[in-house]
């Protein structure tokens, strides 16, 4: 069974900073792309940014400059450093990986971890 465990969501006021983790554990094979999508109220879910298993990244336009992925393989966690947070970077943030468990790739999923970025 794969779980992945966010933290690091809070209040925050606009042109502050938050740093999200998210560890995955168990029975993971290997993990390729690592990334964050978010989701504001009555939007839908968006991509954020994404990190691969040598370390390659994209980040949606909307970020760009501002916020920055990373992993740490050893560790099993990928984070995303968010600087001059905007109130429109409300959202639920939701961490997920590909992994390979049982000999199948498949996608996970994190429960989600609430920001707000208050003006």
Not at 88 to 99: F, I, M, P, Q, S
């Amino acid at each position: 069974q794969v779980q992945l465990v966010e933290s690091g969501g809070g209040l925050v006021q606009a042109g502050g900073s938050l740093r999200l983790s998210c560890a995955a554990s168990g029975s993971l094979f290997s993990i390729n792309a690592m990334g964050w999508y978010r989701q504001a109220p009555g939007k839908q879910r968006e991509f954020v940014a994404v990190i691969s298993s040598g370390g390659s990244t994209n980040h949606a336009d909307s970020v760009k400059g501002r916020f920055t992925i990373s992993r740490d393989n050893a560790k099993r966690t990928v984070y995303l450093q968010m600087n001059s947070l905007k109130p429109e970077d409300t959202a639920v943030y939701y961490c997920y990986l590909e992994a390979v468990v049982g000999g199948t790739l498949d996608d996970y999923w994190g429960q989600g971890t609430q920001v707000t970025v208050s003006s």
